[in-house]
């Protein structure tokens, strides 16, 4: 059997558990993305991934303007 060697003054009810896995949000209240490795390997940081998304939206929001306007 497992000796418990918490003293009595720490409340366990005040503590704040971290949650883990996919499911949990980060400390910002925003959502955590998972990159898969390959794609990891591109982007070496947050800033490099939301630039390239970034652009990605622009280059497509120019495409959809330019095929409205020639239909």
Avoid: C
Avoid at 22 to 27: D, E
Avoid at 39 to 44: G, I, R
Avoid at 48 to 65: C, D, P
């Amino acid at each position: 059997m497992m000796q418990d060697d918490l003293l009595p003054e720490y409340d366990l009810k005040k503590l704040r558990v971290r949650g883990i896995g996919p499911g949990r949000k980060s400390l910002a209240g925003k959502p955590i993305i998972q990159l898969e490795p390959d794609v990891a390997e591109v982007f070496p940081d947050t800033t490099s991934v939301n630039e390239a998304l970034r652009f990605l939206i622009r280059i497509t929001k120019e495409n959809k303007m330019t095929a409205q306007s020639e239909s």
